[in-house]
C-alpha cells in the first residue's frame, strides 16, 4: 500500500485545513490509517486514526473537538478537517497505514506504510 499525503499550508490561529491521504496499489478492508505529525525538535505523536472498514474513529486528547478524520471509500482518501488551529499544531503531518491487529492505533512503531510529510503551520 502506498499512501500520498497533501493539503498542508500556513494559516492563521483560528482557521482551518483539511488534509489528505489517498491510497492506492492494494485492499484497505483490514486497514487502520492514522495520522501523526512531528514537530521540530519533538517526537512523532499520535493525531487521530481510522479503521477502514466501519468507520471507528480514535484521536489524540489534544485535538478532540477541534480534528475529524474521516474517509471516502469510493476515492481511497482519508481526511483530517483540522479546526481552530492553534499555532502549538504547527508540525510536518504524517498519514500511515496498517493491518489492524489489535494493536494501539497511537503506536507509530506498529505503522508499516507511510505517506511523505505534509507541512502545518500556524501562525499567532
Known amino acids: 500500500v502506498q499512501l500520498q499525503a497533501s493539503g498542508g499550508g500556513l494559516v492563521q490561529a483560528g482557521g482551518s485545513l483539511r488534509l489528505s491521504c489517498a491510497a492506492s496499489?492494494?485492499?484497505?478492508?483490514?486497514?487502520?490509517i492514522g495520522w501523526f505529525r512531528q514537530a521540530p525538535g519533538k517526537e512523532r505523536e499520535y493525531v487521530a486514526a481510522?479503521?477502514?472498514?466501519?468507520?471507528?474513529?480514535g484521536y489524540a486528547d489534544s485535538v478532540k473537538g477541534r480534528f475529524t478524520i474521516s474517509k471516502i471509500a469510493i476515492k481511497n482518501t482519508v481526511y483530517l478537517q483540522m479546526n481552530s488551529l492553534k499555532p502549538e499544531d504547527t508540525a510536518d503531518y504524517y498519514c500511515?497505514?496498517?493491518?489492524?491487529?489489535?494493536?494501539?492505533?497511537?503506536?507509530?512503531?506498529?505503522?508499516?506504510?507511510w505517506g511523505q510529510g505534509t507541512q502545518v503551520t500556524v501562525s499567532s
Open positions: 481510522v479503521r477502514w472498514n466501519g468507520g471507528m474513529t
Open positions: 496499489g492494494g485492499t484497505y478492508s483490514r486497514y487502520v
Open positions: 500511515a497505514g496498517k493491518v489492524w491487529d489489535g494493536s494501539r492505533w497511537s503506536d507509530s512503531s506498529t505503522y508499516g506504510a
